[in-house]
């Protein structure tokens, strides 16, 4: 049984309707790993053992009525804390939230349940989910499964470490800088952050919140491109009033390979430089697409300037996180912005900056969005794909030290902690899809993933790359000792 806990999704449901196995005994298996090996990783922090073999029983009794209840019939799953199941709690790792049970599920754990799915379980996050490592005061450390001492990425750090390690079927993350992606390259699975919009975040929130959530997303991580293809057909879509109005039509890519492709390659940038081992793979993709017959580029850039584009994503997402802070805390942010020296770039500098807006400059930032994605789009229409960095180093030691004064260091040269958001950020802020594939280990023992990003909506092309690109230089490979 041990062989499936590596298995896609795709081929658990394909086992369970063969009857090769059941529901209940591929959801006892992850349940005993979970009980084995999550003592050293902590990922899947939120147990919901019970209600998950009681579905896992329900799944198996329809398959004896011949009834098929969807593409993931059966499927165990896990999924990022954040999102709402009913009855569990909903806290972001704020211990203000500790006790705030979902009264309902979320619209993307509708639509998995819908698609035959359960879940057993819930994954960390770090405080707010703002951080690109995993750990609150709540729910402790997660540890990545490639080796213990590292940080699995974040926010969405557990649903990395838990598909890594073989602990889940299935899981889901959320992204506004990085977090679907940045986990998914520290732990070597797949994560696609889905066109801005096309998946209703509803029930991805903390009381109070009603509003679709700006430049950031829900979607899908897994162990193959194919379970981020079958899970977005399952989640994308309107939510709740928009349905009366609206239909999602995603194009799709239509049989084209790897060799009919125009391909930009974006293998480093003085704004955030990445180590040379990290740029040696992108330019490793490139050489493998060259060789197939792509068209191959590492000089095509879109028409935008970078440090503009910069000023813009940090400006909306300093204004989505700050969202929440009180007249008080707004009012020492507004003290401390007034410190600033005008021209002090530093990120810290630049959070401070953008914590805090009025109205009128999120109005002036929302226009030059809108810009942004004009030129994106004028990129795309003469190339399929860009392979970019998604951070600039392999996986680091965890690091809990004072949040804005954090620092890491990339080919012995330090960089600012949030520097590196800037790969995540250049790709948010124009709401373009990117899907994250591993590439293999670095010389380190340790993965590195790449983003493969397209046009807006054209997030099936970047998942059908991904999982084309696998059968020439790999897919996922479990971390050792855990298999």
């Not at 992850?30 to 939120?46: G, M």
């Not at 009834?67 to 019939?73: F, I, K, S, T």
């Not at 819908?114 to 997660?142: C, E, M, R, W």
């Not at 992108?282 to 300037?305: F, H, N, Y």
């Amino acid at each position: 049984m041990a062989h499936k806990a590596f298995a896609s999704a795709v081929e658990l449901a394909k086992s369970i309707k063969a009857k090769e196995v059941s529901s209940l005994e591929l959801t006892d298996m992850y349940i005993q790993r979970v009980e084995t090996y999550d003592k050293d990783i902590n990922a899947v922090v939120v147990r919901d053992f019970e209600r998950g073999r009681e579905a896992a029983k329900a799944a198996d009794a329809a398959l004896a009525r011949n009834e098929d209840l969807g593409p993931l019939h059966g499927v165990p799953m896990t999924i990022k804390e954040a999102y709402d199941i009913e009855g569990l709690p909903t806290t972001w790792g704020i211990a203000d939230f500790r006790d705030n049970i979902a009264v309902e599920d979320s619209d993307t754990v509708k639509r998995l349940k819908g698609a035959g799915a359960h879940f057993f379980g819930k994954t960390n996050v770090p405080l707010n989910l703002a951080d690109f490592q995993s750990f609150n005061d709540i729910y402790g450390t997660t540890n990545n499964p490639w080796n213990l001492e590292r940080v699995p990425g974040g926010s969405s750090g557990g649903s990395s470490a838990a598909l890594a390690a073989g602990l889940t079927g299935l899981d889901a993350g959320s992204d506004i800088g990085g977090s679907i992606r940045n986990p998914a390259h520290f732990c070597g699975i797949y994560g696609h952050k889905p066109t801005w919009g096309i998946v209703s975040d509803a029930g991805h929130s903390l009381p109070g919140q009603f509003a679709p959530a700006d430049i950031a997303v829900v979607g899908p991580m897994a162990r193959s491109a194919e379970d981020l293809a079958v899970s977005l057909d399952i989640v994308a879509g309107p939510s709740g009033n928009d349905a009366t109005g609206w239909k999602l039509n995603l194009p799709r890519p239509k049989g084209r390979k790897l060799s009919d492709l125009k391909v930009a390659l974006w293998l480093s940038d003085s704004m955030a430089p990445v180590s040379v081992e990290i740029s040696d793979r992108v330019q490793m993709v490139g050489d493998t697409l060259a060789k197939l017959g792509a068209k191959v580029s590492d000089s095509a850039r879109p028409a935008i300037d970078l440090n503009a584009s910069h000023a813009v994503y940090n400006s909306l997402l300093w204004g989505v996180m700050s969202a929440g802070l009180s007249e008080e805390e707004k009012q020492q942010q507004r003290e401390q912005r007034a410190k600033l020296a005008p021209d002090d770039d530093s990120m810290p500098a630049l959070i401070t900056r953008f914590s805090v807006q009025e109205h009128s400059e999120w109005a002036a930032n929302n226009n030059k969005r809108f810009e942004l994605r004009k030129n994106w789009q004028a990129f795309f229409a003469e190339w399929d794909i860009l392979i970019c960095p998604q951070m600039a180093t392999t996986a680091f030691p965890h690091d809990h030290g004072d949040y804005i004064g954090r620092t890491t260091t990339v080919d012995n040269e330090t960089q600012d902690y949030f520097q590196q958001i800037f790969w995540a950020g250049l790709i948010t802020v124009a709401h373009l899809p990117s899907t994250v594939f591993p590439t293999g280990p670095s010389s380190e023992g340790l993965p590195i993933g790449l983003q493969a990003v397209g046009a807006e909506f054209h997030d099936y092309h970047t998942i059908e790359f991904a999982r084309q690109l696998a059968s020439e230089i790999g897919g996922f490979v479990p971390p050792p000792g855990f298999e």
